[in-house]
């Protein structure tokens, strides 16, 4: 979608990607993947899927392991040292011939160590240049489809985003954790040349400061978003379309945002 659109609102400042993950089939499929690099990258990557019935499971799991490495010989790591676990279940419940619910989780943790060459050397000094990086991200998120005659649709979804992020280097640490929700019922219908979407949504985050040494600290916020839209693209032509929406966000400083501006 484009930026700031009727259906995503302001916080669309670049546009939204809709990332749509591989659905499960009858005939089950396992794919394994190891790779490594010329710069001793090592990746291992397993995928599974698979369909019973009225329900579906996909399973994706990944493994990136790098040592630290000094490309240009100048003393001070050009790749860091890294290591990267992915966890991503996915859940599909085909109700009946019109309903379908969908549930995935994902957990990341994530370690990346750069700085001096020497510090990486057992027993080396704290006070030599290096930065550490550690996140947990883990997000959850349920789709509700319910298909009803005529080309009309109702659906729900909602999703949520919790990440504790540290980074450290000699002078101070970056300590902070952040939670993100997303929630949405709509209904769309596609009649003639019309492509109508209308709905409401909830959306919020939970920012949260503890880091110190810095001269100028993040203040910790939080924020809270309604939003009612109704948006149609109407398919002129084969080759034109044109689109029209409206959308009224109240955002929890008690303000009303109208939508487009």
Known sequence: QGASSTLYGGDAIAGIINLVTKEPTTDRELIVTLNRSTLAENNANLYYAKRWGKTGFTFFAGQTLQHAVDVDHDGLSDLPALRSTLLHPKWVWYINARQTLTVNYSLTLDQR?????????????????????????????????????????????????FLDAQMKLREYSYLAKQGLYYSEWSYHQQKGKFDWVGGLNLNGEDFQFASKGLLH?????????????????????????????????????????????
């Open 113 to 161: 160590k750069g700085g001096q060459m020497d510090w990486f050397k057992t027993g080396a000094s704290d006070s030599l240049f290096h930065t550490v990086h550690q996140s947990n991200r883990q997000n959850a998120d349920l789709h509700w489809v319910y298909q009803l005659p005529g080309n009309r649709q109702i659906s729900f979804q909602c999703s949520g985003s």
């Open 217 to 261: 600290p993040i203040p910790s916020y939080q924020q809270q978003t309604l939003g009612f839209f109704i948006q149609d693209n109407w398919k002129w032509t084969s080759r034109f379309s044109m689109e029209t929406g409206f959308r009224l966000d109240h955002i929890s400083q008690n303000t009303w945002v109208p939508l487009p501006r």
